[in-house]
Structures are given as C-alpha cells and as structure tokens.
C-alpha cells in the first residue's frame, strides 16, 4: 500500500506517493507501525531494547519520527538513512551541522553525538534536493570521520516517548534510542561548521 500526500500538503514537501527508501527515508516511521514491544538488547548487553512493529509503507510517513528498530540497526550497522542498505567507508556521509549535538563528556571535552545514520553521497543528494529541511538550511554532506565512534544508548525517555514509557515496565533499563559518540577530532571540526554556518 502506497501513502497519499497528506491533507494540508505543501510545495515544500516532496509529491506522493510516498515511497519507503525513495523519497521517505527508510528510518521514518509510518503511521501503520505504532505499536512497540521489549526485547532483550543485540547491541547493548544487559539492557532492554525497545522494539516497534516493521510495516514501511503502511499509512503515512511521520518524518518528525524514526523508526525505533530501523533507525538503531542503521546506527548499529551504519546502514544509510535514506535507502536502507549498507555504506562502505568509502561512500559514507553525515550532515552534523544540521542533526545531532554536542555532550560534554566528565573531562569536560565537548563531544559531538550524531543521532542520525549515515548517507550514501548520491543519497544525500536526492536527500538535499527533496527534503525541504535539510535544503533550507543549506546542509552539506561531510564524509564520515576515521575516528571510532562508539555507539552509545538512550536509557532517558526520548522527546515523543513519553506515553509509551509510561506504560512499560518501570525497574527496566529500555534502550529508547541510541547515537554515536563522535572522538575529538571531528567533533572540533563539526564544531567550526557549525560555528561558520551561524
Ligand atoms: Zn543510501
């Protein structure tokens, strides 16, 4: 089932039909896909992951929302964002001056923590040409730093989440979500970007 344009759409937005992998990221969620459910964590041992049902397609996109499962295995297995498959180190792009923030760490360094997966490059151009705000902003893909990047969980509730934290278990440590802590090379040079951009 294909997704129509949903009512009130602008020419801001891509036309429909929405398409899961084409002009709808595969790490969106739809509305066909609300319902979640606990499993013991791949990535994160001794923790819980929060898990969400997979139907891409099925209703309309939420691109205000990833998609719980999609999104953590695009960051675990730095999967692409837009189409879902595999990036080679040679083609892997992030857009940091537009997704994701800086925490700073007990040493007091500042770190930048990217939330989003990865892009292939011809992907982050189709995503610049048809998101409308990545191309407000201007945003341009910056390859993918050398520098391992941990992959780190959310065990906090996630802004949109909070309902459904209330109705699981409360003595759980739930993974809501997870990013990648960035080292201090590229996060300094995010840093100046973003310092540019203002
Ligand atoms: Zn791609």
Redesign the pocket.
């Known amino acids: 089932m294909k997704g129509d344009n949903p009512p009130g759409a602008t020419a801001d937005l891509p036309l429909g039909p929405w398409r899961a992998g084409e002009n709808v990221p595969w790490t969106v969620s739809w509305t066909g896909e609300q319902e979640f459910d606990l499993q013991i964590s791949q990535d994160f041992p001794g923790l819980v992951d929060l898990a969400q049902v997979q139907r891409p397609g099925i209703g309309l996109p939420k691109f205000a929302a990833l998609h719980v499962t999609r999104h953590r295995t695009a960051m675990a297995k730095l999967l ?6 595999p ?1 080679e180190k040679s083609d892997r792009y992030l857009f940091p001056t537009d997704s994701g923030g800086f925490v700073t760490l007990p040493d007091e360094s500042r770190r930048y923590a990217s939330n989003v997966p990865p ?2 490059l ?2 982050a151009r189709r995503a610049q040409k048809q998101c409308p705000h990545l191309r407000g902003a201007g945003a341009i893909p910056i390859p993918y730093p050398h520098e391992a990047a941990p992959l780190m969980p959310r065990t906090d509730v996630v802004e949109g989440m909070e309902k459904l934290a209330q109705s699981m278990g409360q003595n759980l440590k739930i993974v809501y979500s997870c990013y990648r802590l960035h080292g201090k090379r590229f996060s300094e040079r995010v840093e100046r970007l973003r310092e540019r951009n203002m």
Not at 80 to 85: A, L, M, N, Q, T
């Open positions: 692409c964002h837009v189409c879902g498959k990036t892009v292939h011809a992907c």
